[in-house]
């Protein structure tokens, strides 16, 4: 048989180890405060980091030089003509805001858009290359009317970009009725009969008699009575 003896535990290191250590001995640290770190900045002049200097104002290009679109002035014709009129596509959703004219050619219909743009002070800038317009009305609608064709007929779209729905509605019925070579449809006015003034002013004088003498009355009152602030 083997007889396993247990090591005996060695009661002094145990005891040195419990022991509380001395305080002189090891004296605790002092917590050190955050400090914020300095550090130095260089200021160089912008030539040294690669950017090029601010260009004076006699330097900057104009704004003529800046547009590449084809267009034409709000005031002349649009010249327009029918091989610059792209194909409908195939899978092109229009707008409701569109019709189709075959009694008139291309340059006619343009001609009748710019002359009803003018007309309805819009202002907009013609790309004859698009066959395209891109105008804004005064409420600051805009919209942009394009011409397509279509089985030798021509397609005039007028889409809203933004703005008032309402406005762009009546904006773009004049459009389409001018493209059409139709007169602007202006809506109709009407006179006040005599009767309803003549009622209205007898009404009006015996509205004033009344308060007249509603005043008169009040001011009466307050007369024959004895205190002194009436």
């Known amino acids: ?29 002092e917590p050190v405060p955050d400090v914020p770190q300095l550090r130095s900045v260089l200021i ?37 003509q029918k091989s610059q009129l792209l194909p409908l596509p195939e899978v092109y959703p229009l707008e409701r805001s569109h019709v ?9 219909v343009a001609t009748n858009i710019a002359e009803c743009l003018r007309k309805e002070s819009i202002a907009a800038v013609f790309d004859s290359s698009k066959a395209m317009v891109l105008a804004e009305t005064s409420e600051h609608v805009k919209l942009c009317i394009r011409l397509f064709l279509d089985d030798e007929q021509v397609v005039v779209e007028v889409q809203r970009r933004s703005g008032c729905c309402f406005l762009f509605h009546q904006s773009a019925k004049a459009i ?6 139709m007169k602007q449809q202006r809506l109709p006015t009407f006179s006040i009969p005599e009767c309803v003034i003549k009622a209205e002013a007898e009404q009006r004088s015996e ?24």
């Open 1 to 29: 048989a083997i007889l396993w003896h247990k090591p005996k535990r060695q009661h002094n290191d145990t005891n040195q180890t419990m022991m509380p250590r001395n305080p002189q001995q090891s004296p605790k640290k």
């Open 100 to 108: 189709y004219i075959e009694t008139l050619n291309v340059q006619e």
């Open 176 to 181: 389409l009725r001018a493209s059409k070579g």
């Open 44 to 80: 160089r002049s912008p030539s040294s980091f690669g950017v090029p200097a601010p260009r004076p104002l006699s330097a900057a290009p104009k704004i003529a030089q800046l547009t590449s679109i084809n267009t034409s002035k709000i005031n002349g014709p649009w010249k327009l």
């Open 207 to 230: 509205q004033e008699e009344d308060s007249t003498e509603e005043a008169v009355e009040i001011a009466s009152q307050l007369l024959k009575k004895e205190r002194h602030d009436a």
